[in-house]
């Protein structure tokens, strides 16, 4: 049974930093696609970022340059390390995974204020 649990979220200000974290079982994220979505109220969630299993990292255009995906197959957890952090990255950040369906972690909330 495949299972990703998030952790690391939190109110942050403008400006600061934060890391997610994606605690995996039953998959290995070595060879995994591994992506981090998120969804802010009254908008479609949307795709992050993402890492495959040769190591390929993928960004959304709003991010990129601030965020990194990463990921630890000793501990087989997956991050995300946010940096100069805006309000509107303030959202519900998911963890998923896809073997031969999609898999969910229960979502965790960042906050960044003004």
């Known amino acids: 049974q495949v299972q990703l649990v998030e952790s690391g979220g939190g109110l942050v200000q403008a400006g600061g930093s934060l890391r997610l974290s994606c605690a995996a079982s039953g998959i290995s994220v070595s060879i995994s696609f591994m992506g981090w979505y998120r969804q802010a109220p009254g908008k479609q969630r949307e795709l992050v970022a993402s890492?495959?299993?040769?190591?390929?990292?993928n960004y959304a255009d709003a991010v990129k340059g601030r965020f990194t995906i990463s990921r630890d197959n000793a501990k087989n957890t997956v991050y995300l390390q946010m940096n100069n952090l805006k309000p509107e990255d303030t959202a519900v950040y998911y963890c998923n995974t896809y073997l031969w369906r999609d898999y969910w972690g229960q979502g965790i909330q960042v906050t960044v204020s003004s």
């Open positions: 890492i495959t299993n040769s190591g390929y990292t």
